[in-house]
């Protein structure tokens, strides 16, 4: 991470990172989600049922290990977020521990970091993210500079890969907005708030942002449904931030596991060190 992306982070709270993602990478990702995505729609509504601690349900699917919520009544506006997506085929796994990737990882958390958020969010037409976060969000996502460096207790990329402009529900933040000290005013939509800005992308790159920025996204006024890819890292205390498993261990099932290395099974969580050794 160069000393400008550090100025620039501390400054604004994100980073739009051209490609990212080199080509082979965005290809064989952009393969692997569409076929996620119709298996999340058609087993929407099915049992086992995950009732979320922020609120809502889910439906746990043993077969391909994911969890997958949001509304999808095949209507406008709709969303489905289909977590622990790293568990449905191996194509996600160049995302763990992905080197470019870490390089930012490193650099922003003081302490050992781990993964403790995966989503496939996917957003249809009509469907917009109401702007959250921002201000005083509590220790589990605040933001210091502490010991001459940054320290975030979380960070979240979003990886695309498809172009994205804001007319097709770009991902919007509220610059500088990590470090009020008020929480935000607002209750408008996000396109309507001062001080918004909609990022527009491209196959490949990707948005690296501290959870404390307040930040949304767009309404997607397109006929492109949009997918991308969320990988959120915190210290190794810090248990999975999905909804569906909040607070929990990281839900990757054995098989999923077994593809790892040491150095992939290393970012879930503590208690893997241990299995490491074994």
């Not at 997958?68 to 997506?85: A, N």
């Not at 996917?122 to 605040?142: E, P, Q, W």
């Not at 996204?217 to 397109?222: A, K, M, Q, T």
């Not at 810090?238 to 909804?243: A, I």
């Amino acid at each position: 991470m160069t000393d400008l992306e550090k100025y620039e982070f501390d400054r604004c709270g994100y980073l739009v990172i051209p490609q990212l993602l080199s080509g082979d990478e965005t290809v064989r990702l952009a393969a692997a989600v569409d076929p996620l995505i119709a298996h999340g729609e058609a087993h929407f509504n099915d049992p086992p049922r995950v009732m979320s601690r922020w609120g809502g349900e889910f439906h746990r699917n043993d077969e391909l290990g994911y969890h997958v919520g949001g509304h999808w009544s095949k209507g406008l506006g709709d969303t489905i977020v289909v977590e622990d997506f790293f568990n449905a085929a191996p194509a996600f796994d160049c995302l763990v521990n992905h080197a470019r990737s870490m390089a930012y990882v490193t650099a922003l958390i003081s302490d050992r970091p781990t993964i403790n958020n995966s989503e496939l969010r996917v957003r249809y037409t009509g469907n917009m993210t109401r702007s959250h976060m921002g201000g005083l969000v509590g220790r589990k996502y605040s933001y210091r500079f502490y010991n001459n460096r940054i320290d975030c207790m979380m960070i979240r990329f979003v990886y695309f890969v498809h172009d994205v402009t804001a007319e097709q529900g770009a991902f919007c933040v509220v610059p500088g907005t990590h470090k009020t000290n008020y929480p935000p005013p607002y209750e408008c939509e996000p396109q309507d708030e001062p001080g918004v800005i909609a990022l527009e992308v491209k196959a490949g790159d990707a948005i690296l942002f501290t959870e404390n920025l307040r930040h949304g996204g767009v309404p997607n006024l397109s006929d492109q449904v949009r997918k991308t890819l969320h990988v959120g890292y915190g210290p190794f205390w810090l248990k999975s931030q999905n909804s569906a498993t909040m607070d929990e261990d990281p839900y990757i099932v054995d098989s999923t596991r077994e593809r790892y290395d040491k150095a992939q099974r290393t970012l879930f969580h503590a208690h893997d060190l241990q299995r490491t050794r074994d």
